[in-house]
């Protein structure tokens, strides 16, 4: 698909255990031409062997991302862009039901954030990762996908606000 494409300046992918055992080489192959990568942490241990997460991150820009986001569930994600390191925690519920979709959620919030910012760099990145997990917050809070359906931009945009204010340190 990458080929059929004329320009590509940014692309993303993830994968998922049965394609790290039964592709591998082939996704490797996919790795090293993509300059995003999600994975949630199993994925990070099984694809680098790696069981320290920081190493795994590391580990995975070194196989051709720029930049790597590493899922950690209900205890947020990584971002490792270029020689950066930062951190997303979950939002904070008090309701959760269903983790189905999550991941993929978080990463279409991720993707939507870097899209309306125009631009790829680590402020952009960093907001990306907030979006993102206020995306997935939506996600668990309902069944399937029940979470999205009524979801507005403005809704996003409150439980972001929140997740700043949450994170601050002054």
């Known amino acids: 698909m990458l080929d059929s494409m004329k320009n590509h300046p940014f692309v993303a992918g993830d994968t998922m255990n049965l394609w790290i055992t039964t592709e591998r080489p082939t996704l490797e192959k996919l790795i090293s031409r993509l300059q995003l990568i999600t994975v949630n942490d199993e994925e990070a241990r099984q694809l680098t062997g790696q069981w320290h997460l920081l ?3 590391r580990a995975i820009q070194k196989m051709g991302p ?3 986001i590493l899922k950690k569930g209900e ?3 990584m971002l490792f862009h270029d020689d ?3 951190f997303a925690p979950a939002f904070p519920l008090a309701s959760f ?3 189905t979709g999550a991941g993929d ?3 279409g919030g991720f993707m939507g ?3 309306r910012a125009g631009v790829v760099d680590s402020a952009s990145l960093r907001r990306a990762m907030f979006y993102g997990t206020v995306a997935a917050s939506h996600t668990v809070e309902q069944f399937s996908v029940d979470g ?3 979801l507005t931009i403005e809704r996003l945009d409150e439980r972001f606000a929140q997740l700043v204010d949450f994170t601050k340190c002054e």
């Open 66 to 68: 720029r930049t790597v």
């Open 105 to 107: 959620t978080f990463a």
């Open 75 to 77: 205890h947020g994600a």
């Open 84 to 86: 950066e390191l930062f």
């Open 97 to 99: 039901v269903d983790p």
């Open 148 to 150: 999205l359906r009524e």
């Open 113 to 115: 954030s870097l899209a």
């Open 55 to 57: 190493q795994a991150g």
